[in-house]
């Protein structure tokens, strides 16, 4: 799949998951072919989202000794849906186990992708390859890039230079270089 095709898999896509606590929403989905699993994220589609978005205060994540700070609404969004995340990633796994794996999403849903990102890699291990599209920078720090940087077996950030969703955070960096 073309970077332009998986942006528009994304765009396009109506059938979503959706995780939600009394605060927070998470929509996603598990798509697969021969050669590749993918997990999607959802843009801002909300409220809940908005405000995830802007919660930008930097929260240390517990999945990897503190090593990763990042912005606490995009954290959380992913946590509320993190059970349900692992547990259809590792069912694609299983079916289809010598695939490469893609984390992708849009705006809101690329912060996302990367906190998904650092968690498949320390939970199952993987590396998935990163892709996103007008995401809020959500790390805070070179040592929180650097690590998530090594969590990925790659990293691809796609934005429009007056996209005001990527400078959400000022001082916040992608994961990309």
Request: proline content about 3%.
């Amino acid at each position: 799949m073309t970077y332009s095709e998986l942006f528009l898999a994304i765009k396009e896509r109506q059938d979503w998951e959706v995780v939600k606590d009394e605060k927070h929403e998470l929509q996603f989905a598990v798509i697969s072919d021969k050669t590749h699993i993918f997990l999607l994220f959802q843009g801002s589609n909300g409220k809940r989202d908005w405000r995830d978005n802007f919660n930008i205060f930097p929260n240390r994540v517990t999945c990897c000794s503190g090593k990763v700070v990042m912005s606490e609404g995009i954290n959380l969004a992913y946590k509320c849906g993190r059970a349900e995340v692992r547990a259809r990633m590792a069912d694609a796994r299983l079916k289809n186990p010598d695939a490469k794996i893609v984390t992708a999403g849009w705006s809101h849903g690329g912060g996302v992708a990367v906190r998904a990102c650092i968690d498949l890699n320390h939970e199952f291990g993987w590396k998935p390859a990163l892709v996103t599209y007008g995401a809020p920078a959500v790390l805070w720090g070179k040592d929180s890039s650097l690590h998530a940087w090594q969590c990925c077996s790659s990293a691809v950030q796609w934005a429009h230079k007056n996209d005001i969703v990527t400078k959400v955070a000022p001082g916040a960096e992608h994961v990309d270089r």
